[in-house]
């Protein structure tokens, strides 16, 4: 059997399976899913395919892949039973847009892929120009892929920095801005007001932004580095707490000071 043909098998199997589970002769918990309450699942599986992947185990992301084609699956079903549209529909809408936006491999354009002419052929396919060269975006992007987006949209026009270190001097810039509004509040008896809050978040805001750009030129994904820091924030952490508690110490007891040290020692272990 070709690996084509055995493909073909196995997803035809797949939705049969599907078909069964929602049937009479199914799983009650199965037929009482909607497109509603399987989202949570969705958004959960499509996150353990990122950590597969930034494992590097392929055991582990061939069994993640399957998980997000079994969401797939349910919406599908669902969708059919409902007389919405069928799994064979949403396959050939999802072949006919991929051939539109290659017109470099599957039409007679001769020019190379650019994410610019990507744009463009998704403006054209929802019949309207673009309203803006910015482009438009899904409110649900988590933040830093909403601005790494954006930040790729103005640079198909021209309007990027020349290089991650010139937009390092805009981060440093921003970090200044922030100084200054820390300082303000200080100046007012610690205590922040209303207007302070307000204008502090705006600068952190510009300051990750800023933090995005750099990444984005030097081709990282702001998101997953984002990720491992705070993953060895947490391993160096936990190392900490274990040095503590091997010499009986309890963490809540001791200063930051005395903490710091140990942090200190923790990542002199390599964590």
């Keep these: 059997m070709s690996r084509v043909d055995r493909t073909l098998q196995a997803f035809s199997k797949a939705v049969e399976i599907m078909r069964t589970l929602r049937s009479d002769k199914g799983c009650a918990w199965d037929r009482e899913q909607t497109h509603d309450s399987l989202k949570p699942y969705l958004i959960e599986e499509a996150y ?32 059919e039973e409902e007389d919405a549209f069928s799994l064979a529909e949403s396959i050939e809408h999802l072949n006919e847009k991929m ?9 007679d354009s001769k020019a190379g892929y650019t994410y610019k002419q990507w744009e463009e052929i998704k403006a054209k396919e929802k019949g309207r120009a673009k309203s803006s060269r910015i482009g438009e975006f899904n409110p649900a992007l988590p933040a830093l892929s909403m601005a790494r987006r954006a930040q790729e949209n103005a640079s198909t026009v021209g309007f990027d920095w020349p290089d991650a270190s010139e937009a390092f001097c805009k981060v440093e810039e921003e ?39 750099v990444a984005r030129l030097l081709h990282l994904d702001p998101e997953a580095a984002l990720k491992k820091s705070t993953r060895k924030f947490i391993s160096r952490f936990q190392k900490m707490e274990r040095l503590l508690e091997a010499e009986g110490l309890v963490l809540e007891d001791q200063t930051l000071e005395f903490l710091d040290r140990y942090w200190e020692k923790a990542k002199a272990d390599g964590v």
Aim: hydrophobic residues 40%; proline residues 1%; without cysteine.
């Design 175 to 213: 970090g200044d801005e922030v100084k200054k509004l820390l300082n303000r509040s200080a100046h007012r008896a610690g205590v922040e007001t209303g207007e302070d809050r307000a204008d502090i978040e705006l600068e952190i805001g510009d300051l990750l932004f800023s933090v995005v750009n």
């Design 48 to 79: 353990e395919v990122i950590q597969a992947i930034e494992e590097g185990d392929a055991q582990h992301l061939k069994e993640e892949l399957g998980d997000v084609l079994l969401q797939i699956l349910f919406h599908a079903q669902i969708a």
């Design 99 to 107: 051939i539109r936006r290659h017109p470099h491999v599957f039409g």
